[in-house]
């Protein structure tokens, strides 16, 4: 992912998440620190020489969502199929929109272009909708 030709950076994109966030207007817990999760975790891309252009893959925006810090320090760097906590699971289903029957196909870093697949509209709908909003 680029902007005129460049990467798209981390803290770029994590500004990106928290706008589409705001525009779908969820909300956080209140009186907790938001954190920007990685769906499938940084781990799995570090030194993966079989996916091309890993390091971008890992910091877009359809691998990122917010998550209360609590929860993502309790997450870390595990694998979605991993997690066996019923609140946690709440908790990234909400803020991921990935439902919990999908966690074992996204826990494989090979799925990277379907979780793509499967997050766009989320994002797209939003911003064209707040996009035509602000030109009308």
């Avoid at 766009?120 to 911003?127: A, D, I, P, V, W």
Wanted: aromatic share 10%.
């Amino acid at each position: 992912q680029k902007i005129e030709d460049d990467d798209i950076s981390f803290s770029i994109a994590k500004t990106l998440v928290y706008h589409s966030y705001c525009i779908h207007s969820l909300m956080g817990p209140e009186n907790s620190k938001i954190d920007v999760d990685h769906i499938l975790p940084q781990s799995l891309f570090d030194g993966n020489g079989s996916i091309p252009n890993a390091q971008n893959i890992k910091n877009s925006l359809f691998n990122l969502c917010p998550l209360p810090s609590r929860d993502n320090i309790k997450k870390t760097n595990k694998t979605l199929k991993s997690i066996d906590d019923p609140w946690l699971i709440q908790q990234i289903e909400k803020y991921s929109h990935v439902s919990q029957k999908m966690f074992d196909e996204f826990s494989d870093v090979n799925s990277w272009k379907k979780l793509k697949n499967e997050r766009r509209s989320f994002f797209e709908e939003k911003f064209i909708e707040a996009k035509t909003k602000i030109i009308s």
